[in-house]
T-cell receptor, first 115, second 112 residues
Framework: GAGVSQTPSNKVTEKGKYVELRCDPI?????LYWYRQSLGQGPEFLIY????????DSGLPNDRFFAVRPEGSVSTLKIQRTERGDSAVYLC?????????????FGPGTRLTVL | DQQVKQNSPSLSVQEGRISILNCDYT??????FLWYKKYPAEGPTFLIS?????DKNEDGRFTVFLNKSAKHLSLHIVPSQPGDSAVYFC???????????FGKGTSLLVTP
């Protein structure tokens, strides 16, 4: 079946602009995760959804970052007043349920470049 | 504070030989460990995992070993193939957790 998809694959924006990044999880997966990978680093956790609610948003760096998952499937990561330091690959993952033993399957990522 | 560490940024191995990738962790609450493989411009692909109740898990050419007392795990690939050339990430999650903590990755190059 189809894997996790993310759009756009690349996004270039100017400092101060607003961006939205979309994630379509694997059908039937109730848990959805956002990670951010900066150059030379491993992915860093941002936020996790169980169904429609954000169960843990402790990884969001500041209040310019927000994510929603209104119908428990597609999720959108929103970044306001983008800064050059936000440039990174934003990865989305999904799993059937959350917790140990439930493998997280990753999408290809969205490469965000803030000029 | 990096809780999962992969101290070798790169590794080069000849085709047919064994590749050993190492990973250390500091958080004693971690109880589930995974290895992901990543090709350029693609997302990480799940490779193999191990629970803390085991010390070894094998899947084809891939074996993961866990030494809880040393807080160390390793991934063995035997025999190594050129298609194994990729960046390998070690990841861990805590008891009842869900957020994965990743290392910085090791770039493996398998030469013919």
């Amino acid at each position: 079946g189809a894997g996790v998809s993310q759009t756009p694959s690349n996004k270039v924006t100017e400092k101060g602009k607003y961006v939205e990044l979309r994630c379509d999880p694997i059908s039937g997966h109730t848990a959805l995760y956002w990670y951010r990978q900066s150059l030379g680093q491993g992915p860093e956790f941002l936020i996790y959804f169980q169904g429609t609610g954000a169960a843990d948003d402790s990884g969001l760096p500041n209040d310019r970052f927000f994510a929603v998952r209104p119908e428990g499937s597609v999720s959108t990561l929103k970044i306001q007043r983008t800064e050059r330091g936000d440039s990174a690959v934003y990865l989305c993952a999904s799993s059937p349920l959350a917790g140990d033993g439930y493998t997280q399957y990753f999408g290809p990522g969205t490469r965000l470049t803030v000029l | 504070d990096q809780q999962v560490k992969q101290n070798s940024p790169s590794l080069s191995v000849q085709e047919g030989r064994i590749s050993i990738l190492n990973c250390d962790y500091t958080n004693s609450m971690f109880d589930y460990f995974l290895w992901y493989k990543k090709y350029p411009a693609e997302g990480p692909t799940f490779l193999i995992s191990i629970s803390s109740i085991k010390d070894k898990n094998e899947d084809g050419r891939f074996t993961v070993f866990l030494n809880k007392s040393a807080k160390h795990l390793s991934l063995h690939i035997v025999p190594s193939q050129p298609g194994d050339s990729a960046v390998y990430f070690c990841a861990a999650s805590a008891v009842s957790g869900y957020a994965l903590n990743f290392g910085k990755g090791t770039s493996l190059l398998v030469t013919p």
